[in-house]
Nanobody
């Protein structure tokens, strides 16, 4: 069974940091483009960041550039989202998604491009 499981969310003060993890089970993420998306209450789900199968290409939504870093560990079948300098407006449920995309450095910021989704992890930024 193909499954993505996110973890690492929680409550953090403004300016704080969190690292989210997205672990795959039932398949190898090696040849997949992985994206992180978020959905705040009452808002549409929006793109956050994506990483190519090789890890060489990354792409970020403008509001998180310089604060968030996406990375992957093939040996652990895991993709990470390191979030620094968190702001109130980063509060949302964060979900990872996977798109089979071997040997391509293309990036995808539309959720329609992704085939598999996790359930999400809550990130709350509040003092």
């Amino acid at each position: 069974q193909v499954q993505l499981v996110e973890s690492g969310g929680g409550l953090v003060q403004p300016g704080g940091s969190l690292r989210l993890s997205c672990v795959a089970s039932g398949f190898s993420m090696d040849y997949y483009t992985i994206g992180w998306f978020r959905q705040a209450p009452g808002k549409e789900r929006e793109f956050v960041a994506t990483i190519s199968w090789s890890g060489r290409t990354t792409y970020y939504e403008d509001s998180v550039k310089g604060r968030f870093t996406i990375s992957r560990d093939h040996a652990k079948n895991t993709v990470y989202l390191a979030m620094n300098a968190l702001k109130h407006e980063d509060t949302a449920v964060y979900s990872c998604a996977a798109k089979p995309n071997p040997y391509s450095e293309g990036y995808y910021y539309s959720e329609r491009n992704y085939d598999y989704w996790g359930q999400g992890t809550q990130v709350t930024v509040s003092s």
